[in-house]
Nanobody, 121 residues
Framework: QVQVVESGGGLVQPGGSLRLSCAAS????????MDWYRQAPGEERELVATITSGGSANYADSVKGRFTISRDNAKNTVYLQMNSLKPEDTAVYYCNAKVTIKYTGLSLNYWGQGTQVTVSS
């Protein structure tokens, strides 16, 4: 089995910062691309940032210059540093991990349970 667990959400004032973490564990042969998504109430889930196994990153236009995605391959963990937060960043943030399963070679996607980020004064 594979588990993906996010942490680090919370309440922050506009202009503040938060750092989200997403750790994958289990029968993992390799961790491939990892993504952060978010979903605000009544909205579709949207891709916020993605990072390849080699460390190449891409961002949604709405977060470019404010958010930074990074990863620690030794810890099977991806991070999302969020600076200059705005009320419109309020959402549940989800991690998606593309994992190659040990012993089988299968490549599967796993989602975390989500972590709430609320930006409000």
């Amino acid at each position: 089995q594979v588990q993906v667990v996010e942490s680090g959400g919370g309440l922050v004032q506009p202009g503040g910062s938060l750092r989200l973490s997403c750790a994958a564990s289990g029968i993992i042969s390799s961790l491939n691309a990892m993504d952060w998504y978010r979903q605000a109430p009544g909205e579709e889930r949207e891709l916020v940032a993605t990072i390849t196994s080699g460390g190449s990153a891409n961002y949604a236009d709405s977060v470019k210059g404010r958010f930074t995605i990074s990863r620690d391959n030794a810890k099977n963990t991806v991070y999302l540093q969020m600076n200059s937060l705005k009320p419109e960043d309020t959402a549940v943030y989800y991690c998606n991990a593309k994992v190659t399963i040990k012993y089988t070679g299968l490549s599967l996607n796993y989602w975390g349970q989500g972590t709430q980020v609320t930006v409000s004064s």
